[in-house]
């Protein structure tokens, strides 16, 4: 099959969709791939090591598109690159698109078979492809939020792990998911008061058992929510619903309540955000104050760390290019996981989470594949 890998050009953007040891592993299944010049660089790679591997280096995107039947990406396709699109491409990337009418309305009238990597699921329900991308991003969310703590920064002046005889920050975490694990781990190592929330008594109790009293692991109800965040320094909003819009778990009167200086985090913002305040920021311009609040609310975190977030991903979703380069859209069907990633197929919105955020049309998967 002809693969394409462009560059990506979404603002802040350091990712690329494979490495060089990736592309030669589908080189060696006999595929064809065109990588952009240059799509690497930020991470790493250069046009030299991905010739070495067995790709073809071209010069723009259209040659991208119009020489590969599989595109594959890291972000969503942006509007330069909705005229790229045709009806026998297969799309692979991350594409959020309950966070977006505009780029939904794009891809089903390109006709691509647009498949998204964090609502594809493993046999026990999980989410293999988001994974490493919300451990980068958990882990970040912290460092952000420490940083920005600083005075220098606008934040109160605090130490994340305080010193003795000088309390830690408090942080607050929204979802016991591998983004709020995540960030537990980092705000406990760098020695802060840590608390955690969640709807889910099951994961509580796997996160209790793993911190043992380190952090405090409570029933999120949002009276208290409404409470903690009062008292927080950082708040850190992991929620995911895949595929759907993330939950709103502040509102704009209540984050007007908090201690000027504090920092939100919001890990979800690509998904729509968590705060009723939250919109979309970059690593060029990361943060803004509104109630005297810090907002941090980069859509693409593990950009930050484009060489770790490369690798990681490669890791992810090689398995999975190599079944879509060696089947096509086939190989998808007797795999439920692998079908729940397909988003558009023929001009159809077959996700029922997007379909269901903006009141569209739905077409099971199975019966079209």
Request: with cysteine.
């Amino acid at each position: 099959m002809q693969i394409g890998i462009p560059k990506e050009i979404k603002p802040g953007e350091n990712r690329v969709a494979l490495t060089p040891a990736g592309v030669s592993e589908l080189v060696a299944r006999g595929h064809q791939l065109r990588v952009m010049s240059g799509a690497g660089a930020a991470a790493g790679f250069s046009d030299a090591q991905y010739q070495t591997a067995g790709a073809q280096i071209v010069g723009t995107l259209e040659e991208v598109y119009a020489g590969a039947t599989l595109i594959v990406k890291v972000k969503e396709p942006q509007p330069e690159e909705y005229p790229l699109l045709r009806s026998t491409h297969i799309l692979f990337t991350y594409l959020h698109l309950a966070a977006s009418r505009p780029l939904t309305d794009a891809l089903l009238a390109s006709g691509a078979s647009c498949l998204a990597y964090e609502t594809l699921s493993d046999a026990q329900g999980r989410l293999p492809l988001l994974a490493p991308m919300s451990e980068i991003a958990g882990r970040v969310a912290v460092q952000a939020g420490a940083h920005h703590l600083e005075m220098a920064q606008g934040g109160k002046g605090l130490l994340l792990g305080g010193i003795p005889g000088v309390a830690p920050a408090k942080v607050l975490i929204l979802g016991g998911g591998v983004v709020g694990a995540n960030a537990a781990a980092m705000a406990v190592g760098l020695g802060a008061e840590v608390r955690i929330m969640d709807k889910s008594i099951a994961r509580l109790r796997q996160l209790d058992d793993l911190w043992r009293g380190r952090v405090v692991c409570e029933y999120a109800t949002q009276t208290r929510i409404d409470e903690c965040a009062l008292s927080a320094d950082l708040v850190i909003g992991s929620v995911l619903n895949a595929g759907a819009s993330a939950p709103r778990l502040l509102t704009r009167a209540q984050i007007a309540r908090m201690e000027p200086g504090s920092v939100l985090v919001d890990v979800a913002i690509d998904q729509g955000g968590c705060f009723e305040t939250s919109r979309p920021t970059t690593h060029q311009q990361p943060t803004y104050v509104e109630a005297g609040v810090i907002h941090y609310c980069v859509a693409n975190i593990p950009s930050a760390v484009g060489r770790t977030a490369t690798l990681g991903l490669t890791n992810a979703t090689l398995s999975y290019i190599l079944r879509l380069a060696d089947g096509g859209i086939a190989a998808l069907k007797g795999d439920p996981g692998f079908t729940a990633a397909l988003n558009c197929h023929g001009g159809e919105l077959t996700q029922p989470a997007v379909a269901a955020s903006f009141s569209m049309p739905y077409r099971d998967p199975q019966s079209i594949l």
